[in-house]
């Protein structure tokens, strides 16, 4: 459980979390930033110390007439 442990050791490593973002996002064929973000969700789900997680993502060039230049999604899974 969260915050039931002041060992680092059961923590969930932010570093391997930005490994595995990082990977996936640079191996991506996706076309759409929801299928990234999800595949992003599940692998960081895999670790079992992670109930729930947030994945925000955003495009850069997104041209939206008439919007801010960018599109994103934030993605939640329980």
Known sequence: MRGQSDAVADTVDYIDVVR???????AS????V???ASRIA???LDDPRVT????GLRKRA??????????GIVLVRP
């Open 34 to 36: 929801e299928r990234l």
């Open 52 to 55: 729930r997680v947030r994945v």
């Open 20 to 26: 595995i973002v990082r990977t996936l996002v640079e």
């Open 62 to 71: 997104a041209i939206l007439p008439g919007a801010d230049a960018r599109a």
């Open 29 to 32: 064929d996706d076309r759409l």
């Open 42 to 44: 599940e692998r960081i």
